[in-house]
């Protein structure tokens, strides 16, 4: 389809639409995901209002889920973990089937993250980490099996390829072999990992991040064998997000920025001050300014790099995630609405 006739396409379905073409749908508007200690909602309105996806009676419906602790959106994939179980949307969070109901072992819940193959065409392999450890499937979550990771939770899962890293109550740990073995290194405090941030070049520049209990952030440039302390020290850091240059840390005390690979950090201010969760910048690296950062007291909306901050609707329950559709930086159209 050329450029102009895809474009007045566009314009005549309007904000929110889906345009059909030969090889599927494609997104013009981008959606917001928060999921909640009740389950999940969603924004088609930049944050403005939400609304609940679970709890109707409909076919194809998102059933209950109870708390939503991921959303991973992949090309036009929506993956939710959940403690209900793991569950999938292939046409952009409208209906709704749920995974790893075939085979010798069903994926009941909890299920703490979920972790699709980039490129789920070509390649159908889907980790999902529960309480009881890590599971892999190789048939896009129609059935699934055990790893070698068991007896652990599982609450974090990078993949950059061809390493999975997985945070574990074991610690931070990284397979090299699709997850037929893991191993550990040193440096890193005792107890579960609450982050985790993985360098986007992990192959050629091994350099990740991550933070346990109250100890502040630990960098590790070789990964994941030998972690040293990079500070906030004292703080309890929920969340590392790694945009560029730029270091983010979402902790009890509030947002923290580092621009020096985590040498020295500043807090943010006004509403970044409150203590948070989640952070994500749904329009990224096409825009890396548009910031949305879940606290304790509601999600907040930054339009320019963190300088000036507002609320973003309100929730019913506090929120565990934040995720978009699509997902930053994969899909080739994004429309802020």
């Known amino acids: 389809m050329a450029a102009a006739a895809l474009l007045a396409a566009i314009a005549a379905l309007g904000a929110g639409g889906v345009l059909a073409q030969e090889r599927g749908p494609v997104v013009t508007s981008l959606t917001l995901f928060a999921g909640t200690r009740t389950g999940l909602w969603r924004s088609s309105d930049w944050g403005g209002k ?13 059933p209950e889920t109870g708390a939503v602790h991921a959303v991973v959106a992949v090309m036009r994939r929506v993956y939710v973990a959940a403690d209900g179980g793991l569950f999938l949307s292939e046409d952009f969070g409208q209906t709704w089937t749920r995974l790893g109901t075939e085979g010798e072992t069903r994926v009941s819940g909890p299920v703490h993250c979920v972790m699709p193959s980039r490129y789920p065409q070509a390649d159908p392999t889907v980790f999902a980490g529960t309480a009881s450890g890590l599971l892999k499937s190789v048939d896009g979550g129609k059935t699934f099996a055990p790893t070698v990771l068991r007896g652990t939770d599982v609450m974090r899962l990078e993949w950059p390829g ?19 073995t893991f191993s550990a290194g040193t440096g890193l405090p005792e107890g579960p990992p609450q982050a985790l941030a993985v360098s986007s070049f992990f192959a050629r520049d091994p350099v990740l991040f991550s933070a346990v209990g109250r100890a502040g952030v630990f960098r590790s440039g070789d990964g994941a064998r030998t972690w040293d302390p990079s500070g906030l020290e004292g703080k309890s ?7 560029g240059p730029i270091l983010y840390a979402a902790t009890d005390e509030g947002l923290f920025r ?19 969760l989640r952070l994500i910048f749904p329009l990224a690296p096409d ?36 995720a978009t559709f699509p997902a930053p930086g994969r899909e080739p159209m994004r429309k802020r609405r």
């Not at 890293?165 to 699709?178: E, I, K, M, P």
């Not at 006004?270 to 203590?275: E, F, I, S, T, W």
């Not at 950062?293 to 506090?318: C, F, M, N, Q, Y």
């Open 50 to 62: 939400w609304e609940r996806v679970s709890g109707r009676t409909d076919n194809g419906a998102l």
């Open 162 to 180: 061809p390493a999975l890293v997985a945070a574990t109550g074991h610690g931070v740990l990284v397979s090299n072999d699709g997850g037929s």
């Open 237 to 243: 850091v929920r969340d590392l997000v790694w945009l």
């Open 258 to 276: 580092s621009d020096d690979a985590a040498r020295t950090w500043t807090l943010g201010s006004g509403l970044a001050a409150r203590p948070a």
């Open 287 to 322: 825009s890396g300014l548009e910031a949305f950062l879940a606290t304790e007291s509601g999600i907040v909306h930054t339009p320019d790099g963190g300088a000036h901050w507002k609320e973003a609707g309100v929730l019913e329950d506090r929120v565990l995630c934040l």
